[in-house]
Structures are given as C-alpha cells and as structure tokens.
C-alpha cells in the first residue's frame, strides 16, 4: 500500500500540474468494488461530494466520460437524450482502459490517453470543492470545482437517475 501522503505521478497529476491546478491529494485503503463508499468513509469526506468518472459508450461505439456526485446514479436515458443517441452503456473494464488509459477503478478525467467529450451533472457545479481520482486506485485528488470546470469544460446536464427512496 502507498504511503498516506505519497503523491502519485501520474497522467492525471501532470496534466493538473501543466494546467497551474493547485490540489491536494489523498491516499486511500481501496477496496475491489467499493465505490465512492470507501474513499468517503476512509478519508471523511461526504461521498456527495466525491465524484465518479464513468466511461460510456454511445450506440456508435463512441466513448464518452460522465461526471456524477458519488452517492448518486447516472440515467443512461437521460444521458442518450442529452448526447443525442439512440442509448448509452457503461463500457467494459478493458474498453474503459483503452479509451482512458486507466485502470477500471483508477480511472481520472484528466491526463485520457486520448481526448474525451466531458458530461457532468448539473448538481456539482454547486459545489465548491471536489474530490475525484487521480488516476489510479486509491488516489483522489481535491480541487476546487471551477478548476474542474476550467480544465474539462465538461457539459452541464441533469442526468442523475431518480433518487431511490423507502
């Protein structure tokens, strides 16, 4: 396991650091499918405000990155409507890899192997400040939103699936 304040150097950071991102890191015990629940648990932080980078892919096989706050889930529909698909799928862990360059779990939106378009639901640009990976597992990133927004410019939409309640 990483030391606690190691700051890993990868894609990500370096493209953080070429676009003058100020941002602190956080290190992490990941878990194998324990989501946003496990870095907001480990490192205090409400999951809300840690976000999820999603690969997608359109019904063109095109892929894409979604953006969503941690506790909540994207609307595949929605997100086809906003896009202008026919529908959209979650990639498979190796598809993700090679559109990002990323490992499934360790996958940042910065620094993809290749540029992708950025979709990013509307709820987070409320935030101030943000916690997203850094590009590998276990390794988050925070900065503050409209940094996100400044070097992304992802797309606004509401594409957050109904909240489940009961």
């Known amino acids: 396991m990483a030391e606690k304040n190691e700051l890993h150097v990868t ?9 003058g991102v100020v ?20 490192l205090g932080e409400d999951e809300h405000h840690i976000l999820k ?3 997608l892919e359109d019904d063109r096989k095109q892929p894409l990155l979604c953006l969503m706050h ?17 529908s959209v799928a979650m990639c498979s862990a190796d598809a993700a ?14 620094g993809t192997r290749k540029p ?10 409320a935030l101030e400040r943000v916690l997203i990976n ?9 900065l503050p939103t ?8 992802p797309i606004f939409a509401d594409v957050a699936a109904p909240a489940v309640t009961g």
């Not at 590009?135 to 990133?141: A, P």
């Open 116 to 125: 992708l378009p950025v979709y990013a639901h509307t709820g987070i640009e």
């Open 53 to 55: 980078t999603l690969v």
């Open 97 to 110: 890899t090679k559109h990002t360059g990323y490992l499934f779990g360790g996958t940042s939106p910065f």
């Open 146 to 153: 409209r940094e996100l927004v400044r070097v992304l410019g």
């Open 134 to 142: 850094g590009g590998k597992r276990g390794f988050l990133v925070a």
């Open 11 to 19: 894609p990500a950071i370096r493209a953080l650091r070429a676009a």
């Open 70 to 86: 941690g506790d909540r889930e994207v609307s595949l529909r929605g997100l086809a409507r906003v896009i202008g698909a026919r």
């Open 23 to 42: 941002f602190t890191h956080h290190n992490y015990a990941y878990e194998e499918k324990g989501g946003t629940a496990v870095s907001a648990r480990e």
